[in-house]
Nanobody
């Protein structure tokens, strides 16, 4: 099975930046679309951003576009989430996911990481 491991979460002041990483196991990473989702306490897991297998297509949640950037390095089996101008409402557990195609829907992804906590203080 594909395994995904996120890292890079932590505590950051409002207005600051943070970069998350997700490393995938196996040799199928380059053919998988990747997505980032987040979940705050008491809320549903929501779409953040996604990228196609080649990296040529990207999708962003409307409220996050311009602050968050997704990228990937297939040679390193890694997908990244660069977060800037962070706000307290960005506080959540962030998850990476792998699927057969880029999608904004969490049901389209077959594999999920364990999540990494991001806390933004004001």
């Amino acid at each position: 099975q594909v395994q995904l491991v996120e890292s890079g979460g932590g505590l950051v002041q409002a207005g600051g930046s943070l970069r998350l990483s997700c490393v995938a196991s196996g040799r199928t990473f380059s053919s998988s679309a990747m997505g980032w989702f987040r979940q705050a306490p008491g809320k549903e897991r929501e779409f953040v951003t996604a990228i196609s297998a080649s990296g040529g297509s990207r999708s962003y949640a409307d409220s996050l576009k311009g602050r968050f950037t997704i990228s990937r390095d297939n040679a390193k089996n890694t997908v990244y989430l660069q977060m800037s101008s962070l706000k307290p409402e960005d506080t959540a557990v962030y998850y990476c996911a792998a699927g057969r195609a880029r999608s904004i829907y969490k049901s389209e992804y077959n594999y999920w990481g364990q999540g990494t906590q991001v806390t933004v203080s004001s």
